[in-house]
C-alpha cells in the first residue's frame, strides 16, 4: 500500500496553461507538505497544511495553491505555468505541523513547462 | 549562504568502506533530518533528531548541538547505498524545514 500517492508521475504543458497535482495520504497524518525540487536538486519547502493553519514560504509566487478536500488530501494548482517553474514536486505528510516529526514522501511529479 | 551546508558535495568510495556525509548549520535548531533520494527520484526518511545519536542498521547519525553540527555514517558500504543524502532543519522559529544541498555519494563495487 503506497503511503503517499501523487498524480500525474509526469506532467508536460505549455506556458500560460493552468494545472493541478494530486496528493493523497492513507496514514492518517494531521499534516501535509508541498516540495519543489529544481534542477540542481534543492528541496524547498512551498506549503505546509493542517486543517488548523495554512503556512506558505514567503517565496511562492502566488500562483500557486494548496486546496485540501479533506485531511488526506492536498492538491496543488499553478495558475498561468511559466518555464521557470519547470521542477519535480514533492508531497509529504507527518504527524503534527513543522519539522518536529518524521515526513513520507510521495514519488514525486515531474512538471516540464515548454 | 545557506543556512545548512553539506559536506562534500560529492563522493565516491569503495564497497566496504566507512563513510561520513556532513552537516553544518547556522541556526539554532529544534530538530534535523537526514533524508535518502534514491537515483530514480523517491525521498525516503532515515532519521530525525535533535541530541545525541540513532543508529538504524548499517546508518548512524550524530548530531552535536553545541557545533551546530550533524554528521552522517554508512559503515560497511554497498553499491546499494548510493544515492544523494540530504539534511534539513527545522530552526528555532520557522514552522518549516530548510534543507542542505545534498551529497551525491557512490559506492562502487
Known amino acids: 500500500d503506497t503511503a503517499v500517492s501523487q498524480t500525474p508521475k509526469y506532467l508536460v504543458t505549455q506556458m500560460g496553461n493552468d494545472k493541478s497535482i494530486k496528493c493523497e495520504q492513507n496514514?492518517?497524518?494531521?499534516?501535509m507538505y508541498w516540495y519543489k525540487q529544481d534542477s540542481k536538486k534543492f528541496l524547498k519547502i512551498m506549503f505546509s497544511y493542517n486543517n488548523k493553519e495554512l503556512i506558505i514560504n514567503e517565496t511562492v509566487p502566488n500562483r500557486f495553491s494548496p486546496k485540501s478536500p479533506d485531511k488526506a488530501h492536498l492538491n496543488l494548482h499553478i495558475n498561468s505555468l511559466e518555464l521557470g517553474d519547470s521542477a519535480v514536486y514533492f508531497c509529504a505528510s507527518s504527524q503534527d505541523v513543522g519539522g518536529s516529526e518524521t515526513q513520507y514522501f510521495g514519488p514525486g511529479t515531474r512538471l516540464l513547462v515548454l | 549562504k545557506n543556512e545548512v551546508e553539506q559536506s562534500p558535495q560529492n563522493l565516491t568510495a569503495q564497497e566496504g568502506e566507512f563513510i561520513t556525509i556532513n552537516c553544518s548549520y547556522s541556526v539554532g535548531i529544534s530538530a534535523l533530518h537526514w533524508l535518502q533520494q534514491h537515483p530514480g527520484g523517491g525521498i525516503v526518511s532515515l532519521f530525525m533528531l535533535s541530541s545525541g545519536k540513532k543508529k538504524h542498521g548499517r546508518l548512524i547519525a550524530t548530531i552535536n548541538i553545541q557545533e551546530k553540527h550533524s554528521s552522517l555514517h554508512i559503515t560497511a558500504s554497498h553499491p546499494r547505498d548510493s544515492a544523494v543524502y540530504i539534511c534539513?532543519?527545522?530552526?528555532?522559529?520557522?514552522?518549516?524545514?530548510?534543507f542542505g544541498s545534498g551529497t551525491q555519494l557512490t559506492v562502487l563495487p
Open positions: 496514514l492518517g497524518h494531521d499534516t
Open positions: 534539513a532543519v527545522l530552526s528555532g522559529s520557522a514552522r518549516q524545514l530548510t
